[in-house]
């Protein structure tokens, strides 16, 4: 029964949000409040000599560094906390000694009484620093490249690789090889991150504005030595992530420690360029793509090669080849990951964590192999399709070559059109462009669990350990609730955002909607079925007797299907026994990795833009995106996270990029002010198309996700798009002014 599910059901939080009574992290007030700001270091390496004493200052509580701040407890790791194990973000912990490894890495804390005086005090301590030799660039350290064994924190291999690449290559048809560079990106989230941290005795209470309140528990417990039972947190709202936030940074356990050393709750929040030092970024990158193909256009190899910056400190890259390795069928493939150490703190995930900037490379490289082929690139695609995975197993569900043709007919794609330069509009020289989309449909998080309680008034509540980052979860969760338990939405509230409640996983990868369903779900399910066992057990009810697999349950009343009239409301069976509320829990484990199907959201971008060759100016005309992301909780949701994907892969596409100025090992733009983002005069008409599968593998209602997926393959489809405007083929995002126009030496 779904009568919320896949209803365009508004945001049950927008009222709260737009009227202002929704509380984010920063916003948290509590008695007795004291302020802490960072202090990052301004060399990108060697060691803190000294602190020039701080001169009076009012209202001072404690200037915290390597000196006085005490040791933390456990050891710091990579990733495990977002798949369940105790770790922090990086395997790296501040201010333990005087070693700096790079620009912003925090080397005092102070904690003031005021937020303004604390301020004051962090921008007049003087740190001395003997500075050493840094390497930023991936030019600085080229020759110190290394192949990564492992990814993401030891979750993926390194390298991957079936058939025998080199032979096929050297046998193909038609050969391409392609390199790729990618500037570094930042996050930009809204609401820069944040945490408060207020001690009651030994049991400490975190706020913080996180992908995974759960992970942050397992976090500052593991690193302080404390009980998980004596680390709550709580995040009400979280004003955007995209990846900033799902692994937890030093600063969470940083303002419990400064709590705790002043005796005093402490809020601690980035200033916005801390947000470009202190809480990940996407590393800068190059690609290689080698791919051979038959005349007809069938891929015969395809070597896919990344090398990137990491941190002195953790093997992390955003993993390039998940996708590539299995979008098309090809019976040779190499994926490789290299990488450099750098001065840099460790990269993160971002939107679309590798498959953003692999979907450029490879979506660029076949429609290059389009052109050099003279094939329609829908239609090269097309060709291409697989059924299988990489290890040859069936998907478990498809759909890519149904979002190719609805998404070519809703555009109007014309394949008659594929000569560049060959349309104007004045001094507008107009392209279109597509790629395929694709976007890993993860297992790896644990047991996730969910509790769903009924009361006597017939309202429901059902709850999980998650926040609401702005996805629309906590709406989402309330229409599985509300029909798994067979309640009116208007009765339903999901309550979530502490980790008093069953835990969940970090919401990653974007496998919220389906990790959280299954388990809301169960929960919900688990609960109907109680009260329907009770039900046909009382001599009492209506449906006394019956088989309790014929009983349903429809807007809070339990009715014999069939016999509808026979039946009883929820709140009538409870006050008869005198139940003022009732509640089970439920739990989902997803399928194991082994599991013999492949799992990838597919979909399929186009792009029109317009080039004034004589400026460089692209401005993107419309794009349009069509996607098979299985079950749709909420299509307006949907929508508008896909939507959103879309025009942030705009932004990766033209505007978005930072580099390290390597003299002194600092982001070039170190600061929101200086990093372009799209505006509203930037978006074009952006369109949503959905083609509906049916995925009985993927969780228990066949959720793909729709978080990441609507990003990847945008650039590659602008980018095809300004070839096919201007004849000029950029292999580097983001594609600036000077990329696309025509050289001087071309004016007439
Ligand atoms: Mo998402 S970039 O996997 O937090």
Same mark, same amino acid.
């Given at each position: 029964m779904t009568s919320a599910i896949g209803k365009?059901?508004?945001?049950?939080?927008?009222?709260?949000?737009?009227?202002?009574?929704?509380?984010?992290?920063?916003?948290?007030?509590?008695?007795?409040?004291?302020?802490?700001v960072l202090v990052g270091a301004t060399v990108p390496s060697g060691r803190v000599v000294g602190f020039e004493p701080l001169g009076p200052t009012d209202g001072l509580l404690a200037v915290l560094t390597h000196e006085n701040l005490g040791k933390i407890v456990g050891r710091p790791q990579l990733l495990p906390s977002l798949v369940g194990g105790p770790a922090p973000g990086a395997s790296f912990f501040p201010m333990q000694d005087d070693q700096v490894h790079y620009f912003g890495q925090p080397v005092a804390l102070v904690v003031a009484d005021s937020h303004e005086r604390a301020q004051h005090a962090a921008a007049s301590l003087r740190v001395r620093y003997e500075r050493t030799a840094s390497t930023t660039t991936i030019d600085e350290g080229r020759d110190q490249a290394f192949e990564a064994e492992r990814l993401f924190g030891g979750l993926m291999p390194g390298r991957t690789e079936r058939g025998d690449v080199d032979a096929a290559l050297a046998d193909a048809e038609v050969r391409l090889d392609l390199q790729f560079?990618?500037? &570094?990106?930042?996050?930009?989230?809204?609401?820069?991150?944040?945490?408060?941290?207020?001690?009651?005795?030994?049991?400490?209470?975190?706020?913080?504005?996180?992908?995974?309140?759960?992970?942050?528990?397992?976090? $500052?417990?593991?690193l302080l030595g404390l009980p998980l039972a004596n680390v709550r947190v709580i995040a009400?709202?979280?004003?955007?992530?995209?990846? &900033?936030?799902?692994?937890?940074?030093?600063?969470?356990?940083?303002?419990? @420690?400064?709590?705790?050393? =002043?005796?005093?709750?402490?809020?601690?929040?980035l200033t916005r360029p801390q947000t470009y030092t202190s809480n990940g970024h996407r590393e800068e990158q190059e690609q290689t793509v080698s791919l051979g193909a038959t005349r007809d256009g069938r891929l015969t190899a395809l070597d896919h090669r990344k090398l990137s910056i990491t941190s002195?400190?953790?093997?992390?890259?955003?993993?390039?080849?998940?996708?590539?390795?299995?979008?098309?069928?090809?019976?040779?493939?190499?994926? $490789?990951?290299?990488?450099?150490?750098?001065?840099?703190?460790?990269?993160?995930? @971002?939107?679309?964590?590798?498959?953003?900037?692999?979907?450029?490379?490879?979506?660029?490289?076949?429609?290059?192999?389009?052109?050099?082929?003279?094939?329609?690139?829908?239609?090269?695609?097309?060709?291409?399709?697989?059924?299988?995975?990489?290890?040859?197993?069936?998907?478990?569900?498809?759909?890519?070559?149904?979002?190719?043709?609805?998404?070519?007919?809703?555009?109007?794609?014309?394949?008659?059109?594929?000569?560049?330069?060959?349309?104007?509009?004045?001094?507008?020289?107009?392209?279109?462009?597509?790629?395929?989309?694709?976007?890993?449909?993860?297992?790896? @998080?644990?047991?996730?669990?969910?509790?769903?309680?009924?009361?006597?008034?017939?309202?429901? =509540? =059902?709850?999980?350990?998650?926040?609401?980052?702005?996805?629309?979860?906590?709406?989402a969760m309330t229409q599985v609730g509300a029909d798994a338990l067979g309640v009116p939405l208007a009765d339903t509230r999901f309550h979530g955002g502490s980790t008093d409640l069953p835990n969940v996983s970090s919401a990653v990868g974007s496998a919220g909607a389906g990790m959280i369903s299954a388990a809301?779900?169960?929960?919900?399910?688990?609960?109907?079925?109680?009260?329907?066992?009770?039900?046909?057990?009382?001599?009492?009810?209506?449906?006394?007797?019956?088989?309790?697999?014929?009983?349903?349950?429809? +807007?809070?009343? @339990?009715?014999?299907?069939?016999?509808?009239a026979k039946g009883e409301h929820y709140g009538d069976l409870m006050q008869r026994h005198r139940l003022s509320e009732v509640e089970a829990l439920g739990s989902w484990t997803p399928p194991p990795l082994d599991t013999p199907h492949g799992l990838l959201t597919f979909g399929a971008q186009f792009a029109e833009v317009a080039v004034d060759p004589?400026?460089?100016? =692209?401005?993107?005309?419309?794009?349009?995106?069509?996607?098979?992301?299985?079950?749709?909780?909420?299509?307006?949701l949907a929508r508008s996270q896909l939507m959103g994907g879309i025009l942030w892969g705009l932004g990766q596409a033209l505007l978005e990029g930072n580099r390290m100025d390597p003299r002194y090992g600092r982001w070039g733009a170190g600061?929101?002010?200086?990093?372009?983002?799209?505006?509203?005069?930037? +978006?074009?008409?952006?369109?949503?198309?959905? $083609?509906?599968?049916?995925?009985?593998?993927?969780?228990?209602?066949? $959720?793909?996700?729709?978080?990441?997926?609507?990003?990847?393959?945008? &650039?590659?489809?602008?980018?095809?798009?300004?070839?096919? &405007?201007?004849?000029?083929?950029?292999?580097?995002?983001?594609?600036?002014?000077?990329?696309?126009m025509d050289p001087v030496d071309s004016w007439a």
């Open positions: 365009p059901v508004s945001r049950v939080d927008g009222p709260a949000k737009v009227t202002g009574a929704a509380r984010y992290t920063a916003e948290i007030v509590v008695p007795d409040l004291a302020y802490a560079r990618f500037a &570094a990106n930042h996050h930009n989230a809204l609401e820069p991150t944040a945490a408060t941290a207020v001690w009651d005795g030994d049991q400490v209470t975190i706020y913080d504005s996180t992908q995974g309140i759960r992970a942050s528990q397992l976090t $500052v417990s593991h009400n709202f979280v004003g955007g992530g995209f990846g &900033a936030k799902a692994m937890i940074w030093p600063h969470v356990t940083l303002s419990a @420690m400064a709590a705790r050393h =002043v005796g005093r709750p402490v809020k601690l929040v002195p400190f953790d093997e992390w890259a955003e993993p390039a080849t998940g996708v590539s390795s299995q979008l098309y069928k090809c019976p040779n493939f190499r994926g $490789v990951h290299r990488m450099i150490r750098g001065n840099t703190l460790t990269p993160t995930f @971002m939107r679309g964590p590798g498959e953003s900037t692999a979907s450029f490379a490879l979506e660029t490289a076949m429609d290059e192999l389009a052109v050099e082929l003279g094939v329609d690139p829908v239609e090269l695609r097309l060709r291409n399709h697989t059924d299988v995975d990489d290890r040859g197993n069936p998907w478990s569900s498809d759909g890519l070559p149904e979002c190719l043709r609805l998404g070519a007919e809703k555009f109007g794609w014309d394949a008659t059109s594929r000569v560049p330069r060959s349309r104007r509009d004045g001094n507008w020289l107009i392209g279109t462009g597509m790629a395929s989309a694709a976007y890993p449909v993860p297992l790896f @998080m644990p047991t996730q669990r969910a509790r769903a309680r009924l009361y006597a008034d017939g309202s429901a =509540v =059902v709850e999980a350990g998650t926040q609401e980052f702005g996805t629309g979860v906590l709406t809301v779900h169960d929960a919900a399910t688990n609960l109907r079925r109680q009260l329907i066992e009770l039900a046909v057990a009382d001599e009492a009810s209506p449906l006394h007797g019956a088989d309790p697999a014929d009983v349903e349950a429809v +807007a809070g009343r @339990m009715q014999l299907r069939g016999d509808t004589d400026l460089g100016l =692209v401005r993107v005309r419309r794009l349009l995106g069509a996607f098979a992301p299985g079950r749709v909780l909420n299509p307006k600061n929101l002010g200086e990093y372009l983002v799209p505006v509203n005069a930037d +978006a074009p008409d952006v369109q949503v198309e959905f $083609v509906s599968v049916a995925d009985d593998v993927a969780n228990t209602l066949g $959720v793909k996700g729709v978080g990441e997926v609507g990003q990847v393959g945008v &650039a590659a489809a602008i980018g095809n798009a300004v070839f096919n &405007a201007t004849g000029r083929r950029v292999r580097e995002l983001p594609i600036s002014a000077e990329l696309v």
